[in-house]
């Protein structure tokens, strides 16, 4: 069992950062592979980032790529997302969650999931 806990989201304005962490428990951490995914009101939720269970392998979402950078520390059992340049189209609730898949970006392959984080972005 994996628990998963956001934090870190908050309202910032356009072209601002933010830095979002995700505190997990459980001693299997270091076998999953971490993603964030994220869901705007009305929308479907979708993939954002994922780091592979060693922290050697990233992927991007294309609407987020060279703005967001996702790593974890396995030590203290947290993956992290920092955001950059941010834009208003960004504003959504923010979810971190484990895969023992690779590098996947299906959310249907994620076991656990946290409660997530509300990030708002003005313009």
């Known amino acids: 069992q994996v628990q998963l806990v956001e934090s870190g989201g908050g309202l910032v304005q356009a072209g601002g950062s933010l830095r979002l962490s995700c505190a997990t428990s459980?001693?299997?951490?270091?076998?999953?592979?971490m993603g964030w995914f994220r869901q705007a009101p009305g929308k479907e939720r979708e993939f954002v980032a994922v780091?592979?269970?060693?922290?050697?392998?990233?992927y991007y979402a294309d609407s987020v790529k060279g703005r967001f950078t996702i790593s974890r520390d396995n030590a203290k059992n947290t993956v992290s997302l920092q955001m950059n340049s941010l834009k208003p189209e960004d504003t959504a609730v923010y979810y971190c969650?484990?895969?023992?898949?690779?590098?996947?970006?299906?959310?249907?392959?994620?076991?656990?999931w946290g409660q997530g984080t509300q990030v708002t972005v003005s313009s």
């Open positions: 969650a484990a895969t023992p898949w690779y590098i996947v970006t299906n959310p249907a392959q994620y076991d656990y």
């Open positions: 459980g001693r299997t951490f270091s076998t999953y592979a």
């Open positions: 780091v592979s269970s060693s922290g050697g392998s990233t």
